[in-house]
């Protein structure tokens, strides 16, 4: 199932989040805190949790750019058969 997390939210406002929280994971902080999508604040406050929120926002941004979303796509793009003769 993919995640529909951050549909509403502007491609700026994607790419914004994501700026700051790399940026934030650059100097090694414990947490980040960015400007949140209606006004206030949002804080990333695990850095344990990171990667799997940077997951998010980038499929979101793909989704937003017209890119493609790894999540909808299948597990298995490409089979090769090898013939037995040879083995």
Known sequence: MATRMF???????IREA???LEQGI??????????GPG???VTWTSRDNYKAILEDLY?????A????????QPAIRRVRIIARRGW
């Not at 549909?7 to 406002?13: T, V």
């Not at 650059?26 to 980040?32: E, L, N």
């Not at 499929?59 to 989704?63: E, G, I, L, S, V």
């Open 65 to 72: 750019n017209g890119g493609i979303d790894t999540a909808a």
């Open 7 to 13: 549909d509403f939210w502007s491609a700026l406002e």
């Open 18 to 20: 994501i700026v700051g």
């Open 26 to 35: 650059s100097t090694g902080a414990a947490s980040v805190t960015t400007s």
């Open 39 to 41: 006004g206030g604040s």
């Open 59 to 63: 499929a979101a941004w793909d989704r």
